[in-house]
């Protein structure tokens, strides 16, 4: 089993800047990819940005290009989501998700944590 905890969500205004992290515990070495979603009132969940766990490899939404970076400490099992220039447009609740390498699925969810941007 992999635990997960999100945290640094908060409210912050346009053009501001939040510093997610994902906590990863357990049997971490299952793990293959560590990913970022969000979900929005009355909207589907969307994918953010991926990293894979051993590192070096990244993706990113278009939405979100230029804007997130997802980086990784591998000393402290935690990913990281920097988000700059903030729109109202990504208030949503982030969850960080890790896809198992066994399942190929992603098996493992966070708690969520809250952003909110305000105009």
């Known amino acids: 089993q992999v635990q997960l905890v999100e945290s640094g969500g908060g409210l912050v205004q346009t053009g501001g800047s939040l510093r997610l992290s994902c906590a990863a515990s357990?049997?971490?070495?299952?793990?293959?990819?560590i990913n970022w979603f969000r979900q929005a009132p009355g909207k589907e969940r969307e994918f953010v940005a991926a990293?894979?766990?051993?590192?070096?490899?990244?993706n990113y939404a278009d939405s979100v290009k230029g804007r997130f970076t997802i980086s990784r400490d591998s000393a402290k099992n935690t990913m990281y989501l920097q988000m700059d220039s903030l729109t109202p447009e990504d208030t949503a609740t982030y969850y960080c998700a890790a896809l198992r390498a066994s399942s190929g699925r992603l098996d493992y969810w966070g708690q969520g944590t809250q952003v909110t941007v305000s105009s």
């Open positions: 357990g049997r971490t070495s299952s793990i293959t990819t």
């Open positions: 990293i894979r766990w051993s590192g070096g490899s990244t």
